[in-house]
T-cell receptor, first 113, second 114 residues
Framework: LAKTTQPISMDSYEGQEVNITCSHNNIATNDYITWYQQFPSQGPRFIIQGYKTKVTNEVASLFIPADRKSSTLSLPRVSLSDTAVYYCLVGDLASGGYNKLIFGAGTRLAVHP | NAGVTQTPKFRVLKTGQSMTLLCAQDMNHEYMYWYRQDPGMGLRLIHYSVGEGTTAKGEVPDGYNVSRLKKQNFLLGLESAAPSQTSVYFC?????????????FGPGTRLTVT
């Protein structure tokens, strides 16, 4: 599984767009990029997943450049409730089908009023 | 549909005591996982199961045992608890297939070993 690097923490204000970039220089051809969100005292929650270009859902967008060595999670117009830890994970869906996730330390996002 | 539930929510053990954490899911998922999360850190995989009657080791399996006698339940056992096992334990499940990385997590069990 490819190693990922992301900022330890970020600060933002309500209503702003937040972009969290994850570096994964050793990403393999079959690897997908997945982001999870974790609130205090809760289990992680799946946000979004992508392979290349752009993916958008009702919560976030995921931008992946052509070389796939990085990815950016974009949260539009954040609110206080978006304060959480965000994890970037990279892995091969077909690696035994077991989907063993490797979590790093994540990015702690603090949204201020 | 309760999703993934964990029992108990909190527990305090003394060194050397044993206990079992129960994870239950009602989504008919094949794969189940046990993670631990230490303060300020990401989750680390302890053991996982790809189906009823099967288990496998993850990153940090030492000191833990698991069993998957029924598809909906995944048990994590600590035979002789140590202070280093003080942590928050999360269970997760996911359906089979290669379309998604989405795992569904339970609310966690906070374990303190004194």
């Amino acid at each position: 599984l490819a190693k990922t690097t992301q900022p330890i923490s970020m600060d933002s204000y309500e209503g702003q767009e937040v972009n969290i970039t994850c570096s994964h220089n050793n990403i393999a051809t079959n690897d997908y990029i997945t982001w999870y969100q974790q609130f205090p005292s809760q289990g992680p929650r799946f946000i979004i997943q992508g392979y290349k270009t752009k993916v958008t859902n009702e919560v976030a967008s995921l931008f992946i450049p052509a070389d796939r060595k990085s990815s950016t999670l974009s949260l539009p117009r954040v609110s206080l409730s978006d304060t959480a830890v965000y994890y970037c994970l990279v892995g091969d869906l077909a690696s035994g089908g077991y989907n063993k996730l490797i979590f790093g330390a994540g990015t702690r996002l603090a949204v201020h009023p | 549909n309760a999703g993934v539930t964990q029992t108990p929510k909190f527990r305090v053990l003394k060194t050397g005591q044993s206990m079992t954490l129960l994870c239950a899911q009602d989504m008919n998922h094949e794969y189940m996982y046990w993670y631990r999360q230490d303060p300020g850190m990401g989750l680390r995989l302890i053991h996982y199961s790809v189906g009823e009657g099967t288990t496998a080791k993850g990153e940090v399996p030492d000191g833990y045992n698991v069993s998957r006698l029924k598809k909906q339940n995944f048990l994590l056992g600590l035979e002789s608890a140590a202070p280093s096992q003080t942590s928050v334990y999360f269970c997760a499940s996911r359906p089979p297939g290669l379309e998604t990385y989405e795992q569904y997590f339970g609310p966690g069990t906070r374990l303190t070993v004194t």
